[in-house]
Nanobody
């Protein structure tokens, strides 16, 4: 089972990026998958996740209304569309997966996830 995140880069404040997380060895629709990020000197934080059991999607308050989680089952890939980016969104972004169905309150916590992909750097700067 592997996850591969891509799509990071340098963008100006107010700009957009779309991150992709391609899953191999698992069916993304059956797994719970989440996006996390970690900025320098800060703890890793969950920002958006989708529970496999019922498809429910959750967003952290910091990104609600700006980021959108989506998936393409044919490509076994999930996406994170990031709009209205701010300098404080600068971080390494990771995708993670679990075959379990975390309770909704735990979807953005690290411990339910046992498969992690390498991160992709997102830098928001003018």
């Amino acid at each position: 089972v592997q996850l591969q995140a891509s799509g990071g880069g340098l963008v100006q404040p107010g700009g957009s990026l779309r991150l992709s997380c391609e899953a191999s060895g698992l069916t993304s629709g059956r797994y719970s998958i989440a996006w996390f990020r970690q900025a320098p000197g800060k703890e890793r934080e969950g920002i958006s996740g989708r529970r496999g059991g019922d498809g429910r999607i959750v967003y952290a308050d910091a990104v609600k209304g700006r980021f959108t989680f989506s998936r393409d089952t044919a490509k076994n890939t999930v996406y994170l569309q990031m709009n209205a980016l701010k300098p404080e969104d600068t971080a390494v972004y990771y995708c993670a997966a679990t075959s379990g169905n975390p309770i909704f309150q735990n979807l953005l916590r690290s411990f339910p996830y046992d498969v992690w992909g390498p991160g992709t750097q997102v830098t928001v700067s003018s």
